[in-house]
């Protein structure tokens, strides 16, 4: 029953996620809300990986969403101590009032 | 219409549109619960790839984990609405669309070219999916990345605890 | 069967004997830092392990083989870019414990050699991957690591700032990546680039989508080489970092970057049975020559040009390494043996050199507190030893004779002409020649400017010239007695192919 639904659908979805991911990482001020769509993007790639390890059969895509899925703890972890320390020393966490480097 | 694809196409609208929820939110806590909201319709869809032990590492992970972490960071910097969200025409604005479209062609390409993949066998697929095949996988072939792992956690947690215990002067 | 794998695990852990002593330091260091709480301790431990796991690589020279069933190689290739990153650790070490910047706040040292020492790990395993899993491991490794490192001294405003920017723009770039190995993943069946490469061998038309997914994927390395258009964050990270993480960052972490990029396009896109030492031949007829030529030029021409307005001297080394990246990838478009060695050669007189220029830098930094090209107006009278040295590692940078740099310079060209790429050689010598403008400028400021502005000479702890001395001798010895390095650099351009 469930075999119905073509790997394209899922590989579609996936794309159309990262796309909005990336576009959220560009167009945002908010360093929070920047974080939040990079763990859009990796999500996609997610998906990706166990769509096309389900349909070939191998097993190695979701070893892969595996370690994806600790980075991105990891990741998560760190980004949001440095907003801290960056919240701390200049009260903002936009990324645009954040200007004493040129972007 | 069998109940799969009603179930997929209502699962991955539900994705997408809370994915859309996330970008666009003025308020960051309304970004976090689509977020949330969006991790659980994905689990869904491992779901209907028989990708059990994922769908639940999903849910622990991901919604569990690193969601708590960003709404607590929210809740502690008590931010409000962006103030500044006139949407003037802002260079990096019109990058990251322009950038998003062709990226959107790029991928389109990529799928319209082939996809030479055998097809989805559901019984193989149950079989990977389950937590005793991928923990059998993950101790033996891949032992080695699951102890370099250990590194970069242990890196990540001294450094977010030097990054964020500062003595206040 | 798990005998079997238990004996693979036991074998192979025999090739890791390097990556193992750096592990053991790696937690030693922070257990030390609990029980003796002293600096110099932790120094100490870090340098010791640093040097057992060189008594290790020194041990295993000339293997080639592969570890961990494919995951990882060990072979000439790596083992030179592990020589490159331990040599960078132990100067990054010894330069931590002149710096004031460091020490002069409640900087808590024994996290910082911990975590330079986990940064190390990750490059060194990132040098010999050979899996996709274990690239983006080593990869993020390696960049977790540096994105605390950069925002280290972070009562300083601009260098929590610089890790801001460092870890969006990291982020963002290692999700293009990894979105990239999973339609590599789909296409070809396989996370293990050998197997990869045999799957697009036997498919041989030109895919698009493989296309795509490779360029996803050297995204993800252009990012840590700082190559155009990936190169937004070096100029403030290195600006905002501690200097003696921005040495690091600009030496030990190109130079993993390098390696794995070498790596990853020879193993996956050439043919491994056809290809001889002299000319690799591509398969599925995918133009990777001229997206590197493109990617190149494109890179060093932005910053040499960029570089002519910086007033920081910081600042301006930032873009010149991107200058210099862009020469190095050069070595690769030419696809022979002979490019790959010239790569090796100019990184390791790269090496000596821009940690040469960022100790002086520093060095200067403590005594007349600022880091810009005006301050250092009639400083080659106040501290002429230093101005000296300083003077000789900018010469080296710019690629003039009697010096490493040149030697660097004349190989890789050499073998850019060599392989027919005239037209990139000829812009590759056009930017030299705008590289000696910003940097003669610093020389002009120094000698030229001020000369007798009346301020004392200044004084320089016996230790820390000798430091300095250590990179300037052999910078001016190499470019003299070139032999040996490139006789070292053709032994080491063997890459492991697969069983």
Same mark, same amino acid.
């Given at each position: 029953m469930l075999q119905s639904i073509p790997l394209e659908y899922y590989l579609i979805i996936s794309a159309v996620i990262f796309i909005i991911g990336s576009i959220g990482v560009i167009t945002r001020r908010n360093a929070i809300i920047i974080f939040m769509s990079i763990e859009l993007m990796l999500n996609a790639v997610n998906l990706t990986l166990v769509s096309f390890s389900s349909f070939l059969g191998d097993v190695s895509g979701q070893i892969f969403v595996f370690f994806v899925m600790s980075v991105a703890a990891a990741e998560a972890a760190i980004g949001l101590a440095i907003i801290l320390a960056l919240f701390r020393s200049k009260q903002t966490i936009y990324v645009d009032e954040v200007n004493l480097l040129k972007w | 219409m069998t109940l799969s694809v009603v179930l997929f196409a209502v699962l991955s609208i539900l994705a997408i549109a809370s994915a859309l929820v996330t970008i666009t939110s003025k308020h960051p806590i309304r970004s976090a619960m689509g977020l949330v909201f969006h991790f659980f319709m994905l689990a869904g869809l491992y779901l209907t790839l028989s990708a059990q032990f994922i769908a639940a590492l999903q849910v622990l992970v991901y919604a569990g %984990?690193?969601?708590? &972490?960003?709404?607590?960071?929210?809740?502690?910097?008590?931010?409000?609405?962006?103030? /500044?969200?006139?949407?003037?025409?802002?260079?990096?604005?019109?990058?990251?669309?322009?950038?998003?479209?062709?990226?959107?062609?790029? $991928?389109?390409?990529?799928?319209?070219?082939?996809?030479?993949?055998?097809?989805?066998?559901?019984?193989?697929?149950?079989?990977?999916?389950?937590?005793?095949?991928?923990?059998?996988?993950?101790?033996?072939?891949?032992?080695?990345?699951?102890?370099?792992?250990?590194?970069?956690?242990?890196?990540? +947690?001294?450094?977010?605890?030097?990054? *964020?215990?500062?003595?206040?002067? | 069967?798990?005998?079997?794998?238990?004996?693979?695990?036991?074998?192979?852990?025999?090739?890791?004997?390097?990556?193992?002593?750096?592990?053991?330091?790696?937690?030693?260091?922070?257990?030390?830092?609990?029980?003796?709480?002293?600096?110099? !301790?932790?120094?100490?431990?870090? +340098?010791?392990?640093?040097?057992?796991?060189? +008594?290790?690589?020194?041990?295993?020279?000339?293997?080639?083989?592969?570890?961990?069933?494919?995951? +990882?190689?060990?072979?000439?290739?790596?083992?030179?870019?592990?020589?490159?990153?331990?040599?960078?650790?132990?100067?990054?070490?010894?330069?931590?414990?002149?710096?004031?910047?460091?020490?002069?706040?409640?900087?808590?040292?024994?996290?910082? =050699?911990?975590?330079?020492?986990?940064?190390?790990?990750?490059?060194?395993?990132?040098?010999?991957?050979?899996?996709?899993?274990?690239?983006?491991?080593?990869?993020?490794?390696?960049?977790?690591?540096?994105?605390?490192? #950069?925002?280290?001294? @972070?009562?300083?405003?601009?260098?929590?700032?610089?890790?801001?920017?460092?870890?969006?723009?990291?982020?963002? #770039?290692?999700?293009?990546?990894?979105?990239?190995?999973?339609?590599?993943?789909?296409?070809?069946?396989? &996370?293990? $680039?050998?197997?990869?490469?045999?799957?697009?061998?036997?498919?041989?038309?030109?895919?698009? *989508?493989?296309?795509?997914?490779?360029?996803?994927?050297?995204?993800?390395?252009?990012?840590?080489?700082?190559?155009?258009?990936?190169?937004?964050?070096?100029?403030?990270?290195?600006?905002?970092?501690?200097?003696?993480?921005?040495? =690091?960052?600009?030496?030990?972490? @190109?130079?993993?970057?390098? %390696?794995?990029?070498?790596?990853?396009?020879? &193993?996956?896109?050439?043919?491994?049975?056809?290809?001889?030492?002299?000319?690799?031949?591509m398969m599925n007829s995918i133009p990777w020559d001229m997206v590197l030529a493109v990617l190149a030029v494109a890179t060093m021409t932005l910053g040499n040009i960029v570089a002519l307005w910086q007033s920081n001297v910081k600042r301006m080394l930032a873009y010149s390494s991107i200058a210099h990246a862009g020469y190095l990838l050069m070595g690769i478009v030419v696809m022979t043996n002979t490019g790959l060695m010239s790569i090796l050669v100019y990184f390791f007189f790269y090496l000596l050199m821009n940690f040469g220029a960022f100790i002086v830098v520093m060095l200067f930094a403590h005594k007349i507190g600022s880091e810009e090209m005006d301050d250092y107006e009639g400083i080659g009278y106040q501290a002429p030893v230093l101005a000296s040295l300083l003077t000789l590692f900018l010469v080296s940078l710019t690629g003039l004779p009697p010096?490493?740099?040149?030697?660097? /310079?004349?190989?890789?060209?050499? *073998?850019?002409?060599?392989?027919?790429?005239?037209?990139?050689?000829?812009?590759?010598?056009?930017?030299?020649?705008?590289?000696?403008?910003?940097? %003669?400028? !610093?020389?002009r400021n120094m000698w030229l400017r001020k000369v007798?502005?009346?301020?004392?000479? &200044?004084?320089?702890?016996?230790?820390?010239? *000798?430091?300095?001395?250590v990179l300037g001798i052999p910078t001016l010895v190499f470019g003299l007695f070139f032999g040996p390095i490139m006789r070292w650099a053709e032994h080491s351009v063997r890459i492991f192919l697969g069983n």
């Open positions: - | %984990a690193i969601m708590v &972490l960003v709404i607590f960071v929210i809740m502690l910097l008590n931010l409000g609405d962006e103030e /500044k969200l006139k949407y003037k025409v802002n260079p990096r604005q019109v990058i990251g669309i322009f950038l998003g479209a062709a990226l959107l062609v790029m $991928l389109g390409t990529i799928y319209v070219t082939n996809v030479s993949v055998a097809g989805f066998n559901k019984e193989i697929a149950a079989n990977i999916g389950t937590a005793q095949f991928l923990g059998n996988e993950l101790y033996t072939k891949y032992i080695f990345p699951v102890e370099a792992i250990g590194i970069l956690l242990t890196a990540a +947690i001294v450094g977010a605890i030097v990054l *964020a215990k500062r003595k206040l002067n | 069967m798990y005998n079997a794998v238990v004996n693979e695990l036991i074998g192979s852990l025999g090739l890791i004997k390097p990556e193992l002593a750096l592990l053991v330091t790696f937690v030693v260091v922070i257990i030390a830092d609990l029980i003796f709480k002293n600096n110099k !301790v932790n120094l100490g431990l870090s +340098i010791l392990g640093t040097i057992v796991s060189g +008594i290790f690589l020194i041990g295993m020279s000339g293997t080639n083989t592969s570890a961990f069933a494919n995951l +990882i190689a060990v072979d000439p290739f790596s083992e030179f870019f592990k020589y490159l990153i331990l040599i960078s650790t132990l100067i990054v070490l010894v330069m931590s414990e002149f710096s004031e910047e460091l020490h002069n706040r409640d900087v808590w040292m024994g996290e910082y =050699y911990m975590l330079v020492l986990g940064m190390a790990l990750g490059m060194f395993l990132l040098a010999g991957a050979t899996n996709l899993i274990m690239i983006y491991l080593a990869l993020e490794t390696m960049s977790m690591s540096s994105y605390i490192l #950069s925002g280290y001294t @972070k009562e300083i405003k601009r260098s929590s700032e610089a890790s801001l920017k460092y870890v969006i723009f990291g982020s963002l #770039s290692s999700g293009i990546m990894i979105y990239g190995m999973s339609i590599l993943f789909g296409m070809t069946g396989s &996370l293990d $680039l050998y197997a990869i490469q045999s799957y697009l061998a036997a498919n041989g038309f030109f895919q698009p *989508a493989i296309f795509i997914s490779g360029l996803m994927v050297i995204a993800g390395f252009a990012y840590k080489i700082s190559a155009v258009p990936f190169h937004f964050w070096t100029p403030d990270v290195y600006e905002g970092s501690p200097i003696t993480i921005t040495a =690091y960052l600009s030496v030990a972490s @190109k130079a993993a970057g390098f %390696a794995v990029l070498v790596r990853f396009i020879k &193993l996956t896109f050439f043919d491994a049975a056809g290809s001889s030492d002299e000319s690799w031949i010096t490493a740099g040149f030697i660097g /310079k004349l190989v890789l060209f050499g *073998a850019v002409l060599d392989s027919g790429w005239y037209w990139l050689a000829v812009i590759g010598v056009l930017n030299s020649v705008v590289s000696l403008y910003y940097y %003669a400028k !610093v020389v007798d502005n009346g301020k004392g000479t &200044l004084k320089f702890s016996i230790q820390s010239q *000798a430091l300095v001395m």
